[in-house]
């Protein structure tokens, strides 16, 4: 099974606020989990990733978290900016293989 | 050292009409990757090559859809007699050999319009 599930679907979250999105996994040959950020009109571009020997890993107001047991792994944006706001999509690879969720669309007010 | 570059950036074709996308990876990137984005959805997975080999296709529709990586030269995505449905976002990604603990880069997009 090669699915990873992503939700929200869209998230609007006030200037300082956390954002959190979700992803859950059910291959367990998954050995890498990055997320990517994408602009409008853009292409996406890595953010932070994990691998799944390490629960959470942290670089700078990005933070993953990461339950092996449970198959899922989240993305907090601390203190969000208006400029955080994209489409940020979970993914998993196997080898060489990168499978994608389905993206959350996150808006930052002022 | 260039990024991934796509072109066009933009692409128009006619119901029927022949439509190529081409893909140069980063310099020193052997695997290029080829994704497909519907407007407000996620990138779905095409097809994974290596020089002169498709590795991986399962995600290519059987028909009209074909990709290459060639010896020399850009990856192709061709997509024969377009039909309004296959108008998307296509991403092309390259990466070293293996993913993990690397990334896959990837390029600009070729918007493609099917009118």
């Known amino acids: 099974q090669q699915q990873v599930k992503q939700s929200p679907q869209s998230l609007i979250v006030q200037k300082g606020g956390i954002s959190i999105i979700n992803c859950a996994y059910e291959?367990?040959?998954?050995?890498?989990f990055p997320w990517y950020q994408q602009f409008p009109g853009k292409g996406p571009a890595l953010l932070i990733a994990?691998?799944?020997?390490?629960s959470e890993k942290k670089e700078g107001r990005f933070t993953i978290s990461f339950n092996k047991s449970a198959k899922q792994f989240s993305l907090h944006i601390m203190d969000s900016q208006p400029g955080d706001s994209a489409t940020y999509f979970c993914?998993?690879?196997?080898?060489?293989?990168?499978?994608f969720g389905e993206g959350t669309q996150l808006t930052v007010n002022p | 050292n260039a990024g991934v570059m796509q072109n066009p950036r933009h692409l128009v074709r006619r119901r029927g009409q022949e439509a190529r996308l081409r893909c140069s990876p980063m310099?020193?990137?052997?695997?290029v990757y080829w994704y497909r984005q519907l407007p407000e959805e996620g990138l779905k997975f095409m097809v994974y090559?290596?020089?002169?080999?498709?590795?991986?296709e399962s995600g290519m529709p059987k028909e009209r859809f074909s990709a290459e990586f060639p010896k020399e030269g850009p990856s192709i995505l061709r997509i024969q007699q377009v039909v309004r449905g296959d108008s998307a976002a296509y991403f092309c990604?390259?990466?070293?050999?293996?993913?993990?603990?690397?990334?896959?880069?990837f390029g600009q997009g070729t918007r493609l319009t099917v009118v």
């Open positions: 990604a390259s990466s070293p050999p293996n993913l993990r603990d690397t990334e896959a880069f």
């Open positions: 291959n367990t040959a998954f050995d890498y």
């Open positions: 994990i691998r799944p020997d390490v």
């Open positions: 993914a998993a690879t196997s080898g060489s293989r990168l499978t």
């Open positions: 310099k020193g990137h052997s695997h």
């Open positions: 090559l290596q020089k002169e080999n498709i590795i991986d």
